[in-house]
Nanobody
Framework: QVQLVESGGGLVQSGGSLRLSCAASGIIFSTNNMAWYRQPPGKQRELVARISSGGSTVYADSAKGRFTISRDNAKNTVYLQMNSLKPEDTAVYYC???????????WGQGTQVIVSS
């Protein structure tokens, strides 16, 4: 079955950096569009960044210039490098895999990121 396993979350001070990883199995990784979403406390889940199977990227305005999404098809892994973190980046971060907009959307279990001021 499909498994998306996130790692790399934790507690970091404002201005610090974290690198999230999402290891995928059970899918043909190279054909999937991959994305990172986040859900801040008490708020709805929102898109952070997306990378297509061809490598094109899209970022939320809040992530532009600070976060970088990348993928390694040989390792079936997608990354989110987060720099200049702010307290408002505190959230549970989820990995998402979807081959097309009409395909099943697969989710990881999430990894907690806490940014202290």
């Amino acid at each position: 079955q499909v498994q998306l396993v996130e790692s790399g979350g934790g507690l970091v001070q404002s201005g610090g950096s974290l690198r999230l990883s999402c290891a995928a199995s059970g899918i043909i990784f190279s054909t999937n569009n991959m994305a990172w979403y986040r859900q801040p406390p008490g708020k709805q889940r929102e898109l952070v960044a997306r990378i297509s199977s061809g490598g094109s990227t899209v970022y939320a305005d809040s992530a532009k210039g600070r976060f970088t999404i990348s993928r390694d098809n040989a390792k079936n892994t997608v990354y989110l490098q987060m720099n200049s973190l702010k307290p408002e980046d505190t959230a549970v971060y989820y990995c998402n895999a979807q081959r097309t907009p009409f395909s099943t959307s697969n989710w990881g279990q999430g990894t907690q990121v806490i940014v202290s001021s």
